[in-house]
């Protein structure tokens, strides 16, 4: 088995979001690249069908401010069950402009298919899932303390 890439795109919404509209966008997501639920996520590894990661084991009673609402990060990792080339990387990318915009049919798509009328989003990087670091740049080594 081998890994791949891991593609990286920030959202920003207009509006803060509810669970089901954060859930819309990352189907949408999900869906028009072609890949598994497994492999799209958001920065707290949510994922679509409303699959929220819940931490059981510490309950935190205070005030919290959730700024994923207003904005997050999606993470598209390349299926490695797939023989031969995944697609999605490819997909992914063609929904964003030579600039990294979201492009208008994308957006288009989203209102259509979804009814997100409150998403923008900036194309960031790919990255070696193996080594965690940006293809275009050499590894780093970073001290674990």
Known sequence: MTWGSIIKAR???SQTLTDQQLNNILCFFTAVVGTRQLYLVDMEGNSCGNR????????????TENTERKGTIIYLIT???IIGTDPSPLAF??????????????????????????LSAT???????????????????????
């Open 123 to 145: 194309y960031i990087n790919s990255y070696s899932a193996r080594q965690l670091t940006s293809l275009s740049e050499p590894a780093k080594v970073v001290p674990y303390f």
């Open 93 to 118: 990318t063609n929904l964003f402009t030579a600039q990294g915009q979201l492009s208008i049919s994308t957006l288009s798509a989203a209102q259509s298919q979804f009814s997100i009328t409150y």
């Open 11 to 13: 959202l920003t919404f």
């Open 79 to 81: 299926n490695p069950t």
């Open 52 to 63: 929220k990661v819940e931490n059981i084991y510490y309950k935190y009673i205070g005030t």
